[in-house]
């Protein structure tokens, strides 16, 4: 099938964007013609994506190793993208992280680096990059959710915390920024097979597939498809929505 090209002469940045859901979603932008920004907290996954994207198409992608937990780290990279691409249309705060325990035995390490990598980070990058777009007047932010964040998940309090700290921001953030006609929407993916999943054990990954009514678990294409649909012109008049990929888990 031809690709589209719906993000011709468009720079999208990706945070997470070095494996599973965030690589595909750069991949996928990349093949619709924008200008990418695949960031990750690891160098080296961050340049095997760029270079992926260079082979298809030259100077399309830069790479950029950052923690995203690292507020001030955070406000230098995206100045740096900002001075690279010289404009930020898509911003997908994707970056994300479980560390999974019951309430009762939870550190507060893993407490706080849960909340400071899926929640935090995505308000650090946005920041870094939301004058930007204001300042362009047009701009769209996916912020990759969970249905956890929707439904709680017993062992996930954290996780499912950050997931639905991640729908009010993505809300409040939809309120300021649509005069300036900026879109913020949120994906929420159900159980998506990458290595974030890959550690379960069968037992538990038999009783999630029993609760999908599709039948299947999601591809992160399944997922990049309905981030770069919000991204597209076509999703314009949609901001502040909580879209489920999750083959019908919340409904
Ligand atoms: P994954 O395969 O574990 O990949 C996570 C990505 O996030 C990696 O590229 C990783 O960077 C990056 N990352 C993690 N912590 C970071 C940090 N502090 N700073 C910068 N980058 C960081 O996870 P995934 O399954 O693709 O998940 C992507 C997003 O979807 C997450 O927000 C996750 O919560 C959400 N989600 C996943 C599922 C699922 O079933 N898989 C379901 C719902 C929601 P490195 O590669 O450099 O390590």
């Known amino acids: 099938m031809e690709s589209e090209m719906r993000f011709e002469n468009q720079v999208a940045i990706v945070t997470g964007a070095g494996r599973g859901i ?103 990058f946005t920041q870094a990059i939301v004058r930007a777009m204001t300042k362009q007047r047009s701009g769209r932010i996916i912020n990759i959710s969970s249905v956890i964040g929707l439904m709680g998940n017993a062992g996930q309090t954290n996780y499912a915390a950050s997931k639905a700290g991640l729908i009010g921001l993505t809300k409040s953030l939809a309120r300021e920024l649509a005069s300036r006609n900026i879109t913020v929407n949120a994906v929420a993916p159900g159980f998506v097979t990458t290595d974030m999943t890959a550690g379960l054990s069968d037992e538990i990954k038999n009783t999630i597939h029993a609760k999908i009514p599709l039948g299947r678990t999601a591809t992160p294409e399944d997922i990049s498809s309905a981030v770069t649909f919000l991204a597209s012109a076509e999703a314009g008049y949609i901001t502040g929505q909580v879209l489920c990929v999750d083959g019908g888990i919340v409904m």
């Open 22 to 124: 965030g690589r595909a979603i750069a991949l996928r932008f990349a093949n619709e013609g924008a200008r990418l920004a695949c960031v990750s907290r690891t160098e080296e996954n961050a340049n095997t994506v760029a270079d992926q994207i260079n082979g298809m198409r030259s100077d399309a992608a830069k790479a950029y190793a950052v923690d995203v937990a690292d507020h001030a780290a955070v406000q230098k990279v995206g100045a740096r993208i900002l001075d690279d691409f010289a404009r930020a249309d898509i911003l997908v705060n994707n970056a994300g992280v479980t560390r999974d325990a019951l309430a009762m035995r939870m550190s507060l390490e893993d407490w706080d680096a849960v909340m400071n990598t899926n929640l935090r980070g995505a308000f650090s």
